[in-house]
């Protein structure tokens, strides 16, 4: 496949699903950085 010519990119790429504790942390960072750059749009 030529996934670069589709813009598509692989971050990361596991084997095995990392703790429970671990995916929580990850998805609350991801909320809180997409709220911030949301708020950020609307101050613009």
């Known amino acids: 496949m030529e996934l670069d010519k589709a813009g598509i990119h692989v ?4 084997t095995e ?4 504790e671990l ?3 990850k998805l ?7 709220r911030a750059r949301l708020a950020e749009a ?3």
């Open 17 to 20: 699903l990392p703790p429970r």
């Open 42 to 44: 609307e101050l613009r």
């Open 11 to 14: 971050a990361e790429y596991l």
């Open 28 to 34: 609350r960072a991801a909320i809180a950085h997409a």
């Open 23 to 25: 995916l929580q942390e």
